[in-house]
Structure formats: C-alpha cells, structure tokens
C-alpha cells in the first residue's frame, strides 16, 4: 500500500561535456558544408567530441558521480543503475554493468535501454516504476553516447549534427506529492526506416560461422532526415499534450521545458505548437549539437545548476528517436 503512494523525485543531477570542441568551421575541412547552412537548418555551431580511448562508460561515470554528489548519496546506496545508450561500450556486458563496477554502486541491478535518442527518458520510466512498485528506494538514471564513433564522417546529412556527452539523474522514494507525476512512453517500429545503424551484423554469416572480418563494415548512422523532422514534430506534440492531461497540468503552468536537442528548428515548432514561449524552453543544441540519450540529462543538469528550476516548478520533458520512438514526463521539481 505505501509502495503504491510513493513517487519517485530527482534528489540530483550531473554531467560531463568532453573537452574537445569541434566547430562548425572545422566541420568546413571535411564535407562539402558551411557555417551558415549548419547554424541556419539546425542551430547547431559546435559540438563536443570524447577524447580517443575514451568510452560511454568513463562519461557515464563522471555523470553519475557528479549526480550523487549534489544528491548527498554514495554509490553504495543505488538499488538500481539504468544507461540509456545506444553506443555501449560494447554489445555485453551492458554499459549499465560497466558504470557500477567504475563507480562502486556493487548493490544495484543494473541495466541498458536502447531507445534511439529516447534512451534517458525511457530509462527514467524504468527507474521511475521500480521506485513506485518498492524494488527500489534510490535509482541512477543516465544518458551517455560517443556518437562520434557511430558517425559517417563522409556524410554531410549527418555528421554536422552529432555530438558526445554523458548526464545524469539520481532518484529517490519519496511520499511527497512532488517528482516524477507522468511519464509515458511511444514507440513505432514501421518508421524504423527513417534512422538506423548499419553495423557489422548486416555482413555476419549467421550463427556458428565465423565472418570474414575484412569484410566488416564499420558501424554508422544513416538517416531520411526530412521524413524523421515531420514525424518528430507530430510525436513530441501528441505526448506532450497526452503526458500534461496525465498529469493535470495545463501548457501555461509549465516552468521549463527541456525537449531532446536535435534540430532547434524541431524545437521551436513543438514550442509554437504548444503555445509555450522560448523563454520556457531551454536549449544546448548550439554548443553540443545532438547527444541523443545525453541531451536531456545534459541539459537538465546545466538548467538546474544554472538557477532555472526551484522548487515546485513544472518541468517537461520530451523526446523522440530511433525506432521510432517518443516520450515525455511530467515532473514537480523538489531541489
Ligand atoms: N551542409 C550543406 N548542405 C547540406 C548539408 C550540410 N551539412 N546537409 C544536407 N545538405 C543539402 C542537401 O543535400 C540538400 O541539397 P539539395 O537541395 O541540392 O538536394 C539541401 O541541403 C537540403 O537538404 P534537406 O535534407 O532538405 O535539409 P533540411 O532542411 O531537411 O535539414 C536536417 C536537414 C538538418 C538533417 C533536418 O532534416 C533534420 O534535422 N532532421 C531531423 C534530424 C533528427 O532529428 N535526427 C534525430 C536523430 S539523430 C540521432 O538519433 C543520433
């Protein structure tokens, strides 16, 4: 019965932004682009590359360390650690499984989600319902990718818009009525066409055969950028209405938006079609680019350190992605 009262409610919140900074004019030097077509059709002027050896996991884990600190938890009191990536350090053990063993959080259950750009908020539903059904009292919720390693470098469609970054959320149980008061998720796997990996699987033989390894393609990201702008503007306004009626909550009384950044452009359509003004949405797209599982941590760490959210306020936030799929949630801010 106390189980199905709780909530859960963010207790804090980190990131890491890697240091190296690629502009859009070092973009220049390597595909047919410029400056102002980049600026103009995504908003977008640098973006932030891992350094070589670096992988999803060491983000992660700078991430979540920062998230525990201003949470006033030690990693030892995670029940569960859910990644959102679709860049693991590798296949398995899962990214989830590395991070608790770099960060020491050897109580919790952990786990990745593969959600396309969707990641952090499908894995904030996943911590969101072990915390309200009791498996859990204290939660790690992180997006992190190296996208960088997932680029087509020849392809100016695309690699003009990715970037890398970790963030994180720490969640606790709480009996109070603020934190997480909706949270839904989407997915459509017949729109699975307009983003995708090509990978090394394509060219696998089948099980028990070994593959000629020469003829392994390198894993990349491939995109019908046009069709997925439309689609996503429709997506991220149909959960965002359905998430806000959920929650009983009305566009005007929300105190910040913080939606997944990959075009400001997409952006500022869900804003005009709510009616919410930019004021209220916050956006990273400019200096990061798209992190895809990252943005909204990413964001979210920087508004809240920044003085953007109190107490009470009504945070949104909102997503789409690989898959497809789309989310959003609802949260009463408590820090
Ligand atoms: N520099 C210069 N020209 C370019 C570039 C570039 N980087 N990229 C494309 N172009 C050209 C095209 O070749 C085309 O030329 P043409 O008219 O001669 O054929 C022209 O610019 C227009 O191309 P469009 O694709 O129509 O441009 P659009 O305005 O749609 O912008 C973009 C492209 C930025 C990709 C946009 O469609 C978009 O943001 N879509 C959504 C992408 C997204 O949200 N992805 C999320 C997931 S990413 C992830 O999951 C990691």
């Known amino acids: 019965m106390l189980a199905e009262m709780s909530r859960a409610k963010v207790m804090g919140t980190g990131s890491y932004i890697p240091e190296a900074v690629l502009t859009n004019r070092d973009l220049e030097k390597v595909v047919d682009t410029s400056d102002a077509w980049i600026t103009r059709r995504t908003g977008i002027k640098e973006r932030r590359i891992a350094t070589e050896g670096m992988n ?7 991430a979540a360390l920062e998230a525990l600190g201003s949470a006033e938890l030690e990693a030892g009191d995670l029940d569960l650690v859910v990644v959102g990536t679709v860049t693991p350090d590798r296949q398995f053990p899962s990214c989830a499984c590395v991070l608790q063993e770099k960060i020491g959080a050897l109580r919790a259950a952990s786990m990745d989600v593969s959600a396309g750009c969707s990641g952090f908020i499908y894995a904030l539903s996943v911590a969101n319902n072990a915390i309200r059904c009791g498996e859990a009292n204290h939660a790690l919720v992180v997006g992190a990718e190296v996208l960088s390693g997932v680029t087509n470098w020849t392809d100016r469609g695309t690699c003009v818009l ?5 963030g994180a959320v720490v969640l606790s149980r709480t009996e109070d009525d603020t934190g997480i008061r ?72 929300i105190s910040l938006m913080v939606p997944h950044q990959a075009n400001i452009r997409i952006i500022n359509a869900l804003a005009q079609r709510l009616g919410l003004n930019t004021d209220k949405v916050y956006t990273t797209i400019e200096k990061y680019g798209n992190t895809s599982s990252a943005s909204i941590p990413m964001a979210l760490n920087e508004a809240a350190k920044g003085g953007r959210l109190a107490p009470k306020d009504k945070l949104l936030m909102v997503t789409f992605g690989a898959g497809l799929t789309w989310g959003a949630s609802l949260v009463e801010w408590s820090i």
């Open 162 to 166: 990715l970037g890398d970054g970790a």
């Open 182 to 253: 909706s949270i839904h998720l989407r997915s459509d796997g017949s729109f699975g066409n307009l983003l995708y990996s090509v990978d090394q699987c394509e060219d696998r033989p089948g099980p028990g055969v070994l593959p000629d390894m020469s003829a392994l393609k390198p894993y990349y990201l491939v995109m019908d950028g046009q069709k997925l702008f439309k689609k996503a503007v429709e997506c991220l306004e149909e959960i965002t209405l359905w998430t806000l009626q959920r929650a009983g909550v009305d566009v005007s009384e």
């Open 56 to 62: 999803t996991s060491d983000m992660a884990a700078a």
